[in-house]
């Protein structure tokens, strides 16, 4: 007699739901007894819910990453608050409740990301708080193939300014004050940056990555970008206005091509339709642990009420992605 379940969510590919129908077996042992097997099944399904093991703490949660045999990855470079836990174990972002996080790829706003990302239910919110999925192949077909294309030929071009008290301090950001160590993780990276400013007090920094990428086992092309998160469009017509009014053209985040041109509006439009024609969202119970293929399948956040605790880590880094990017453009200098 089987001590699991599998099933879906209302025929969906994701995610592939295994439920344990007693109490005998931890989720590590679970997994590192079927580990070849659940690894296909991640492959085809995209994302896998594992629920009823009672994994309800960053020890359990971390004994199950350690089963998967996948490596840990520090969260460097980030773009979202977050707090370490332990062993590689973080909280998942941490934005004001009433706040919804756009749906995305870890990490795709960079040129390492972790293949594999998994989430952990500790205390689910009292209303909401939803971790929502969107499958990549439906999200490219509903973009199109002619964006599909331009992202694909241009890639595209983050560009931070770290102005204090707005967004991550670059301190938090590349875990360090010293701003020789920032210059040496960009430096390895191919990430261009400058101190702008009378003083040199304003980090500028300038990324060109990659717009799609191609699944390393399953050969698809798969949208791979947060251009739609640091487009300023994306943040509403009123907050957008106030920071370019504040701001200038240093906004603290923007997104273009990588070959220069802007999104035009339309473009961010198609993107953000296409994630939230896709979404499709499970109520979290506690002790779920959410196991996803980060090249296939997106992710965010609903608001929620009350008490709201997922844990979150980040596996198997890709290196760097075997499809060429275009030059990352100079950075002028400039001063105010």
């Given at each position: 007699m089987?001590?699991?379940?599998?099933?879906?969510?209302?025929?969906?590919?994701a995610?592939?739901?295994?439920t344990?129908?007693?109490?005998?077996?931890?989720?590590?042992?679970?997994?590192?007894a079927?580990?070849?097997?659940?690894?296909?099944?991640?492959?085809?399904?995209?994302?896998?819910?594992?629920r009823?093991?009672?994994?309800?703490?960053?020890?359990?949660?971390?004994?199950?990453v350690?089963?998967?045999?996948?490596?840990?990855?520090?969260?460097?470079?980030?773009?979202?608050?977050r707090?370490?836990?332990?062993?590689?174990?973080y909280?998942?972002?941490?934005?004001?409740?009433?706040?919804?996080?756009?749906l995305?790829?870890?990490?795709?706003?960079?040129?390492?990301?972790?293949r594999?990302?998994?989430?952990?239910c500790?205390?689910?919110?009292?209303?909401?708080?939803?971790?929502?999925?969107?499958?990549?192949?439906?999200?490219?077909?509903?973009?199109?193939?002619a964006?599909?294309?331009?992202?694909e030929?241009?890639?595209?071009?983050?560009?931070?300014?770290?102005?204090?008290?707005?967004?991550l301090?670059?301190?938090?950001?590349?875990?360090?004050?010293?701003?020789?160590?920032?210059?040496?993780?960009?430096?390895t990276r191919?990430i261009?940056?400058?101190?702008?400013?009378?003083?040199?007090e304003?980090?500028?920094?300038?990324?060109?990555?990659?717009?799609?990428?191609?699944?390393?086992?399953t050969?698809?092309?798969?949208?791979?970008n947060?251009?739609h998160?640091f487009?300023?469009?994306?943040?509403?017509?009123?907050?957008?206005?106030?920071?370019?009014a504040?701001?200038?053209?240093?906004?603290?985040?923007?997104?273009?091509?990588g070959?220069?041109?802007?999104?035009?509006?339309?473009?961010?439009a198609?993107?953000?339709?296409?994630?939230?024609?896709?979404?499709?969202?499970?109520?979290?119970?506690?002790?779920?642990?959410?196991?996803?293929?980060n090249?296939?399948?997106?992710?965010?956040?609903?608001?929620?009420?009350?008490?709201?605790?997922?844990l979150?880590?980040?596996?198997?880094s890709?290196?760097?992605p075997?499809?060429a990017?275009?030059?990352?453009?100079?950075l002028?200098?400039?001063?105010?």
């Open positions: 089987s001590l699991t379940r599998e099933s879906s969510i209302s025929g969906q590919r995610p592939l739901i295994i344990r129908l007693d109490g005998s077996q931890p989720l590590c042992e679970f997994v590192a079927h580990r070849l097997r659940l690894e296909r099944q991640l492959v085809h399904h995209g994302a896998i819910l594992f009823g093991f009672g994994v309800l703490d960053a020890g359990a949660f971390s004994e199950f350690a089963a998967t045999g996948d490596p840990r990855i520090e969260y460097r470079f980030g773009s979202t608050p707090s370490l836990v332990k062993e590689r174990i909280t998942s972002t941490e934005y004001p409740a009433n706040l919804e996080i756009a995305h790829s870890e990490n795709s706003y960079h040129t390492v990301w972790p594999k990302v998994a989430f952990c500790v205390v689910p919110a009292a209303e909401g708080g939803e971790t929502p999925i969107a499958d990549l192949r439906d999200v490219g077909r509903d973009v199109g193939e964006l599909m294309d331009r992202l030929e241009a890639g595209v071009e983050y560009v931070r300014h770290y102005h204090p008290g707005i967004d301090p670059w301190e938090t950001v590349f875990g360090t004050r010293d701003r020789s160590r920032v210059a040496e993780f960009c430096d191919n261009d940056h400058a101190w702008l400013g009378r003083h040199a304003l980090l500028r920094t300038s990324e060109t990555c990659q717009g799609v990428v191609y699944h390393p086992l050969g698809e092309r798969l949208f791979f947060q251009a998160l487009h300023e469009t994306s943040l509403g017509e009123d907050l957008a206005g106030s920071l370019r504040t701001f200038g053209s240093q906004l603290p985040r923007h997104s273009r091509y070959d220069g041109p802007e999104f035009e509006s339309d473009e961010i198609r993107i953000m339709q296409a994630f939230t024609r896709n979404a499709r969202r499970f109520p979290w119970e506690a002790g779920d642990v959410l196991w996803v293929d090249q296939q399948i997106a992710h965010g956040r609903a608001p929620f009420k009350g008490e709201r605790r997922i979150a880590a980040l596996m198997d890709s290196g760097r075997r499809i990017v275009p030059r990352i453009h100079a002028a200098e400039e001063s105010t």
